[in-house]
């Protein structure tokens, strides 16, 4: 009985202990904040002027894409992803995924003629993922 505590215990440190020499080895971004406490007041800045262009070019995109100009929100939706390009390295690598996940769900939509109603609920989904999650960590 006491052997088998001590081998689960012994168990139990190494994995604790390899998990966290792991933890930052290959993307650190999952569970990270490392970027978002590393950026200067002044990458924050920045980046929030770049957030500002973002959501005004994904306002575009769901204002071309309704009005039937695919083209006009193709491009628009370009120029938001390279601006958010801008924004990605002065948060945390995991609100910079997610919102990675939603320009590449965004940018399906686009690509595959999607209806305008799930164009624009993806855009409305992003908007109020950048004003809450991301606007509060470039405070």
Do not use: C
């Not at 440190?13 to 950026?39: D, K, P, R, V």
């Not at 945390?92 to 940018?107: H, I, K, M, T, V």
């Amino acid at each position: 009985m006491n052997a088998n505590r001590l081998r689960t215990g012994v168990i139990v440190a190494a994995l604790l202990a390899i998990n966290g020499g792991l933890s930052g080895l290959g993307y650190h971004g999952w569970y990270s904040t490392e970027s978002a406490l590393a950026a200067s007041a002044q990458e924050k800045a920045q980046a929030r002027n770049s957030l500002n262009q973002v959501t005004a070019a994904l306002r575009s995109v769901d204002t071309a894409y309704a009005s039937g100009n695919a083209a006009e929100a193709q491009t628009k939706f370009e120029e938001a992803r390279s601006d958010w390009n801008k924004v990605a390295p002065a948060i945390s690598a995991r609100e910079a995924r997610e919102a990675q996940l939603l320009f590449d769900s965004l940018g399906k939509k686009l690509k595959d003629g999607a209806p305008a109603a799930q164009v624009k609920s993806t855009v409305s989904g992003m908007l109020e993922e950048f004003r809450e999650d991301i606007g509060r960590e470039l405070r």
